[in-house]
């Protein structure tokens, strides 16, 4: 009795079991091919493309060398000078002579007696003589005493008193220390004893 229940048991078992293996069979195949299936993704909405902006290379100018204008030389105009108006210039002085008497050899003649000069002193009109006026001679190394004009404005110097002898002289009014007053009036005397000869003279001075 109880092997026949226990077979029963068995046969009802059965389907449950085959149920069970065919359950699992399919759940087998289903897990399988979830496996192998691309999940699907859900389609989003269009949007707009988005623009990306690629920067644009902008090169660097390079620097180059601008040359330096030479200045150019512009001359200025030369201005033109007004004539100027002429100013007249006042009368020229006469100048003071720095000394105030001019002599001159006046005559020579010869003499056998010796050898002399004598002469006048004059203003400047060439007429009136001028009274104590000195005048002096020398030689080389040898000065005679100055002599003073008389009231008709001669004077009168010996040099040689022997005989007519050759030799150079000089003669010029002087003042009171032996400064010339005038110029220098040089002379020469020869010792020939002829009439034309020359060992007399007469120098004259003017007052200028």
Same mark, same amino acid.
Not at 79 to 104: D, F, K, L, M, V
């Given at each position: 009795?109880?092997?026949?229940? %226990?077979?029963?048991?068995?046969?009802?078992? !059965?389907?449950?079991?085959?149920?069970?293996?065919?359950?699992?069979?399919? !759940?087998?195949?289903?897990?399988?091919? &979830?496996?192998? /299936?691309?999940?699907?993704?859900?389609?989003?909405?269009? %949007?707009? @493309? +988005?623009?990306?902006? +690629?920067?644009?290379?902008?090169? *660097?100018?390079?620097?180059?060398?601008? @040359?330096?204008? *030479?200045? *150019? =030389?512009?001359? $200025? @105009? *030369?201005?033109?000078?007004?004539?100027?108006?002429?100013?007249?210039?006042?009368?020229?002085?006469?100048?003071?002579?720095?000394?105030?008497? %001019?002599?001159?050899?006046?005559?020579?003649?010869?003499?056998?007696?010796?050898?002399?000069? $004598?002469? /006048?002193?004059?203003?400047?009109?060439?007429?009136?003589?001028?009274?104590?006026?000195?005048?002096?001679?020398?030689?080389?190394?040898?000065?005679?005493?100055?002599?003073?004009?008389?009231?008709?404005?001669?004077?009168?110097?010996?040099?040689?008193?022997?005989?007519?002898?050759?030799?150079?002289?000089?003669?010029?009014?002087?003042?009171? %220390?032996?400064?010339?007053?005038?110029?220098?009036? =040089?002379?020469?005397? &020869? $010792?020939?004893?002829?009439?034309?000869?020359?060992?007399? =003279?007469?120098?004259?001075?003017?007052a200028r």
């Amino acid at each position: 009795m109880q092997d026949i229940f %226990s077979l029963l048991q068995q046969r009802r078992a !059965l389907p449950m079991i085959a149920l069970g293996a065919f359950l699992g069979g399919l !759940l087998a195949v289903l897990l399988l091919l &979830s496996t192998n /299936r691309s999940p699907e993704v859900a389609q989003l909405p269009d %949007s707009p @493309p +988005v623009r990306t902006l +690629v920067p644009t290379y902008t090169p *660097t100018p390079i620097a180059t060398d601008t @040359p330096t204008p *030479t200045p *150019t =030389f512009t001359p $200025s @105009p *030369t201005p033109t000078r007004r004539p100027a108006t002429p100013t007249p210039r006042p009368p020229t002085a006469t100048p003071t002579p720095s000394i105030p008497y %001019s002599g001159s050899v006046v005559s020579v003649s010869g003499s056998c007696d010796g050898v002399w000069v $004598s002469g /006048r002193v004059l203003a400047k009109d060439g007429i009136t003589p001028v009274q104590d006026v000195l005048v002096k001679a020398w030689t080389e190394g040898y000065e005679f005493p100055s002599t003073e004009t008389g009231a008709d404005g001669k004077y009168y110097i010996r040099l040689s008193f022997s005989a007519a002898v050759a030799g150079d002289w000089h003669m010029a009014v002087v003042d009171a %220390s032996g400064a010339l007053l005038s110029n220098d009036v =040089f002379f020469h005397s &020869s $010792s020939e004893c002829l009439a034309a000869a020359e060992q007399v =003279f007469q120098i004259d001075f003017r007052a200028r």
